[in-house]
């Protein structure tokens, strides 16, 4: 009866009713607490990261599963939002918008690969130029390496290997053109050139690279 009318005067000094505590007791039960909140939110950001440097023919293998996953860790994330911070929120926001766009784009490139362009609409395209290659002048072959590489620098991460290997047909056409009028450009405009054959190439390499390593995972 003492430990009754003890435990009774300490809700009392705490101000809860026996029925406030046991209303407070499950209500903390069963509200994700903030900090597991934010752990999801650590683990879908990356998961997104993951997913968007992996090679996009790896992923569109797993394209299903991966749909699933985003909707799985997104609807969770979504019933427990008012337990993250403001900054927390925009985080969450910026990472499905940045998803969804990679997932759009994904499925472009899936969707356009089922209609291959053809070589010279592949050139036009990466070079954002019409033009007969076999034909460009010795002054106009910088600008065209410029371009290409620009492209490439811009869009190599949602590129397929057929995007690749249109680009490196692409660096072998300009390539023979510039050995053919080479003579007729200056050191400065030949190192630039040389300079921008030799990045083309370590990209492709690199992307080799991380192909092969995400294929043995």
Request: aromatic share 6%.
């Amino acid at each position: 009866m003492k430990r009754c009318l003890l435990s009774l005067a300490v809700l009392a000094a705490l101000g809860l009713t026996p029925l406030a505590a046991a209303a407070q007791q499950s209500t903390s039960s069963t509200t994700p607490t903030s900090s597991a909140v934010e752990r999801d939110l650590r683990t879908f950001v990356d998961w997104v990261s993951e997913k968007m440097d992996k090679a996009e023919a790896g992923a569109r293998r797993e394209w299903p599963k991966m749909m699933a996953d985003f909707d799985r860790q997104s609807q969770r994330l979504d019933r427990a939002t008012d337990s993250l911070s403001v900054q927390s929120k925009r985080e969450y926001a910026a990472e499905k918008a940045r998803y969804k766009a990679w997932a759009a784009e994904q499925r472009r490139l899936e969707a356009q690969a089922r209609e291959p362009e053809t070589a010279q609409q592949a050139q036009d395209r990466l070079l954002n130029e019409n033009v007969v290659i076999n034909r460009a002048r010795a002054t106009e072959l910088p600008d065209l390496y410029e371009r290409l590489l620009a492209t490439t620098r811009e869009q190599r991460r949602q590129w397929t290997q057929r995007d690749w290997a249109a680009a490196s047909e692409v660096l072998s056409r300009l390539n023979g053109r510039y050995e053919q009028v080479r003579q007729q450009l200056g050191l400065e405009e030949r190192l630039r050139i040389r300079t921008l054959q030799g990045e083309f190439r370590t990209l492709e390499g690199a992307r080799a690279t991380k192909e092969y390593l995400s294929e043995k995972e």
